[in-house]
Nanobody, 129 residues
Framework: QVQLVESGGGLVQAGGSLRLSCAAS????????MGWFRRAPGKEREFVAR????????DYADLVKGRFTISRDNDKNTVYLQMNSLKPEDSAVYYC??????????????????????WGQGTQVSVSS
């Protein structure tokens, strides 16, 4: 049984920054690959970023490369998403997710929601123009 709880969302002006956190229950966090996804109104859930269990591999959607950074602290059972230079089109509910599956460096499968076993409830990010 794994629970994920996101926090850190809120309102920010375009060009601003937010840092999202995702706290995981249990003591197996260090074995999970973690990802961030987002869903905007009227849109399907889309991949944002992922990080391997050790933190040695990261991957980003093209839309956020150079602006967002995913990281993790396994001692705190927490994964982070630092979001800089935010744009109105970044507005969405952001979800963290975890998986026991092993993915390669350039895994396409690990960018799909079906790869993940555990999901948080989401946190709202709203970026004003």
């Amino acid at each position: 049984q794994v629970q994920l709880v996101e926090s850190g969302g809120g309102l920010v002006q375009a060009g601003g920054s937010l840092r999202l956190s995702c706290a995981a229950s249990g003591r197996a966090f260090s074995t999970y690959g973690m990802g961030w996804f987002r869903r905007a109104p009227g849109k399907e859930r889309e991949f944002v970023a992922r990080i391997s269990s050790t933190g040695g591999t990261t991957d980003y959607a093209d839309l956020v490369k150079g602006r967002f950074t995913i990281s993790r602290d396994n001692d705190k059972n927490t994964v982070y998403l630092q979001m800089n230079s935010l744009k109105p089109e970044d507005s969405a509910v952001y979800y963290c997710a975890g998986t026991r599956s092993v993915a390669g460096v350039r895994s396409v499968a690990a960018t799909r929601p079906s790869w993940y076993d555990y999901w948080g409830q989401g946190t709202q990010v709203s970026v004003s123009s």
